[in-house]
């Protein structure tokens, strides 16, 4: 009987044993499933961010009169767009100003083209900077009044843009180099104040430019619809075409970074604010969905110069010139004459 017990005690050991070595195989088989799955993922995300990274960095020379926004996709265009990129085209100049104007190339390791409308009067001289996918042509009513008011003006094309040299766009980062390059244009071929203009990457640009100044040499900016951090402004074009931002967004602005030579989580306009002691003029749409009021309030209020904000109040991200023409030259001109 003792003998008998002990063989049953001794049997159902054994089958616990097997029992255990098999869940613990299987425990370790499914871990080895999971960790190639999370691998797998994590590469492939990155690989996806590569190809946003690129994408949004770099311009195609097909050329095209506009660029699609994002909201405006189908579908079935965010479906290849969430798997290749957004397609960046080279918009095409489609007219030039009214006014008299000298094409102007501005040297360094890529050529920069721009417009200059010289004026009789000579109150200074205003460099205007475009946004993101856009080029000088998108300047030329606020040039053109500018102009009006008895300043010479300058048209940029940022590198990649227009009829610039290039073929790659950092999103305002290395364009601030661009604008430095400009001011120099201008302090060697005319005389009197400098006073910048940008428009959303153009602004971050101008705003970058200014803040790497000493404080008596920084300029008076006015600045349309500056993002408050590249990060941010990521998130807001993934939310717009309507698909997940995370991860996608963290990584786009890590590789859009890495690519490009710099790092995109330190390209923020509203830290640069902090640094800047010249006047600006703050413009801003109170329906702005990618630079919100909220945002606009915080980079006004880190400005640590004279700071005036004017907000119009049905305006998205959009041309505040042609929508809002009346007030925008109002509060340019007394802004401008308060100097």
Not at 117 to 143: C, P, Q, V
Request: glycine share 8%.
């Amino acid at each position: 009987m003792f003998f008998s017990n002990s063989l049953t005690e001794i049997g159902s050991e054994r089958i616990q044993g097997i029992f255990k070595f098999v869940r613990v195989k299987k425990w370790r088989k499914i871990r080895r499933r999971l960790f190639y799955f999370f691998v797998g993922g994590f590469a492939i995300v990155n690989i996806l961010a590569i190809f946003h990274a690129y994408s949004f960095s770099h311009v195609s020379d097909k050329g095209t009169t506009e660029n699609k926004q994002p909201e405006n996709y189908s579908w079935s265009e965010k479906a290849v767009i969430l798997f290749t990129g957004a397609p960046n085209y080279r918009r095409k100049i489609d007219r030039q100003p009214t006014t008299d104007f000298s094409e102007i190339h501005i040297q360094g390791d890529k050529e920069l083209s721009a417009w200059y409308l010289s004026s009789a009067e000579s109150k200074g001289t205003i460099a205007l900077f475009h946004g993101y996918k856009s080029n000088k042509a998108a300047l030329i009513d606020r040039g053109e009044f500018l102009h009006s008011l008895g300043y010479n003006t300058l048209l940029v094309d940022f590198e990649a843009s227009g009829e610039s040299e290039g073929n790659v766009c950092s999103i305002g980062y290395h364009e601030a180099g661009q604008v430095a390059r400009t001011v120099q244009w201008i302090n060697e071929h005319s005389k009197g104040p400098v006073i910048l203009f940008g428009n959303s990457m153009g602004a971050a640009a101008v705003m970058k430019y200014a803040c790497e100044q000493d404080f008596e040499n920084q300029p008076p900016l006015m600045l349309e619809c500056p993002f408050n951090s590249l990060y941010e402004t990521t998130e807001a074009r993934f939310e717009s075409m309507d698909l997940p931002s995370f991860p996608l967004a963290e990584f786009l602005v890590f590789w859009g970074g890495a690519i490009n030579g710099f790092n995109g989580f330190a390209h923020n306009p509203f830290e640069y604010a902090s640094n800047i002691g010249s006047p600006a003029l703050f413009l801003h749409g109170a329906k702005d969905d990618r630079v919100t009021s909220i945002h606009m309030q915080q980079i006004a209020n880190a400005h640590a110069g004279e700071t005036r904000l004017v907000s119009f109040q049905n305006a998205a991200h959009e041309d505040y010139f042609n929508q809002y023409e009346l007030k925008w030259k109002q509060e340019v001109e007394m802004w401008l004459s308060q100097l």
